[in-house]
């Protein structure tokens, strides 16, 4: 079957670095999309990998390795406006959208 | 800026009603979608539509059906709900080609619970 991994919650430090790793197994692959989610709101893109290598914006950068078929989202200089939860989303094959659980980042001051 | 809008943003129905959830996007996008999500899970795909009058069943249609006679407007409809699908509702739509990444745009959610 088709799955995506990605830790339930992580929690930093406001100021710091946080890498939020996701792994997957579809059939096929066309693209990983990072989501950002504010409790009690939708879903907001953040980043599109579909090459290997690193993709950076502003604060926010997107690693890929297709044949790991792993991900991460890095986040520096972080702020109390991060905490969020991110969504980690493979399109397939048929090009259907294969969604992680998400991972809940908590910020402390 | 594309914008999602979906009817209703909290409902509570009854066991048995009809419900209805609206969508309806303003950037002329041909795919529109309808998720579910569920604490602990992903996203899941319960409708989406290509194009206008086109639909295709998600990875949980039951208990579910979609209309799109408008582009711009893609409804959710729960024949005779039940407790199960309380849940919050997702609309999203996107614009597919080659020059874009097709990034889903998400409304707000509806937050439905039956009792």
């Known amino acids: 079957g088709q799955n995506i991994d990605q830790p339930t919650e992580m929690t930093a430090t406001e100021g710091a670095i946080v890498q939020i790793n996701c792994t997957y197994q579809t059939s096929g692959f066309n693209g990983l999309f990072w989501y950002q989610q504010h409790a009690g709101e939708a879903p907001t893109f953040l980043s599109y990998?579909?090459l290997d290598g690193l993709e950076e914006k502003g604060r926010f950068s997107s690693f890929l390795s297709r044949s790991k078929g792993y991900s991460y989202l890095l986040l520096k200089e972080l702020q109390m406006k991060d905490s969020a939860s991110y969504l980690c989303a493979v399109r397939d094959s048929n090009y259907q959208l294969i969604w992680g659980a998400g991972t809940k980042l908590i910020i402390k001051p | 800026d594309v914008k999602v809008t979906q009817s209703s943003r909290y409902l509570v129905k009854r066991t048995g009603e009809k419900v209805f959830l609206e969508c309806v996007q303003d950037?002329?996008?041909?795919?529109m979608f309808w998720y579910r999500q569920d604490p602990g899970l992903g996203l899941r795909l319960i409708y989406f539509?290509?194009?206008?009058?086109?639909?295709e069943k998600g990875d949980i249609p039951e208990g579910y059906s979609v209309s799109r006679e408008k582009k711009e407007r893609f409804s959710l409809i729960l024949e005779s709900a039940s407790t199960n699908q309380t849940s919050m509702y997702l609309c999203a739509s996107s614009l597919w080609g080659e020059s874009n990444t097709g990034e889903l745009f998400f409304g707000e959610g509806s937050r439905l619970t039956v009792l």
């Open positions: 990998n579909v």
């Open positions: 950037m002329d996008h041909e795919n």
């Open positions: 539509s290509y194009d206008v009058k086109m639909k």
